[in-house]
C-alpha cells in the first residue's frame, strides 16, 4: 500500500537554484506552502515562525544586499568578487526566497521556539517537494546582518534563506545512512 506523506518524507532533498525552471510559483502554491507552515508543533501556542517573502525585484534587492553584507564582513585579503556576484546570483537565480523569523514570545525557552520553527521549513519543504517546487534551506553568514534590511525586533532572529523554484523532482531519493545505526539503545522492558 502507498502512503503519499512518507513517500514526500522520502523524496524530499535539498533542490539549488541551478534546477530551477523559469516558472513563477503560483500565488495558491505559495499560499499552500505558507499554510503547512502555519500548521507546525509550537509549544503553547507560540507559533513563533516568520517570514519575509522575497519575489521579482524583490529577490534583487535580496541579491544586492547579500552582497553588500558579504563584501561588508569579509577580510580583504579573503574577499573574492566572483564570490560576491554568486552571493547576489544565489537570490536571483530563485523564483521565491523566505527569509526564515524565529519570534521569541519569552513563554517557552528559546529551543523550543527554535525548533518549532524549524518543524514549519520542514512542513514548507515537504508541501513544496508535493507542489513539484524544489526548495533548501541555505544558512550563509550574511543572515546574521540582516537585522535593519528585514526590519526585525529585538526579539526577533533570521535563521536562514528558502529558496524555492519549480525544478524535475524524479531524480533518486536523498541517500540515508540506515537508521539502525542512529538507535542508540532499544528499552523495552
Keep these: 500500500m502507498s502512503n503519499q506523506i512518507l513517500e514526500t518524507i522520502q523524496n524530499r532533498r535539498a533542490v539549488f537554484q541551478k ?6 510559483i503560483s ?5 499552500a506552502i505558507l499554510e503547512a507552515a502555519n500548521a507546525a508543533p509550537t509549544h503553547k501556542r507560540t507559533e513563533p515562525w516568520r517570514f519575509v517573502i522575497f519575489k521579482n525585484k524583490g529577490l534583487s534587492k535580496l541579491g544586492t544586499e547579500l552582497s553588500r553584507i558579504y563584501q561588508e564582513i569579509t577580510p580583504e585579503k579573503e574577499y573574492s568578487p ?3 556576484e554568486k552571493t ?7 523564483n521565491v526566497a523566505f527569509a526564515i523569523i ?3 514570545s519569552g513563554k517557552v525557552p528559546e529551543w523550543e521556539e527554535l ?3 524549524a518543524c514549519a521549513v520542514q512542513n514548507m519543504w515537504l508541501a513544496a517537494h508535493s507542489l513539484g ?4 534551506w541555505s544558512s550563509p553568514k550574511t543572515i ?3 537585522d535593519d534590511f528585514l526590519g526585525l525586533k529585538e526579539n526577533q532572529k533570521c535563521i536562514g534563506l528558502f529558496y524555492m523554484g519549480h525544478a524535475d523532482l524524479s531524480d533518486s531519493a536523498p541517500k540515508r545512512g540506515d537508521i539502525e545505526g542512529k538507535i542508540l539503545r532499544r528499552i523495552e522492558e
Design 19 to 24: 534546477q530551477y525552471h523559469d516558472t513563477d
Design 82 to 84: 566572483k564570490k560576491a
Design 133 to 136: 517546487i524544489g526548495a533548501y
Design 27 to 31: 500565488e495558491q502554491d505559495l499560499q
Design 144 to 146: 546574521h546582518h540582516l
Design 88 to 94: 547576489k546570483e544565489k537570490a536571483t537565480s530563485a
Design 115 to 117: 525548533a518549532a520553527t
Design 102 to 104: 524565529v519570534h521569541y
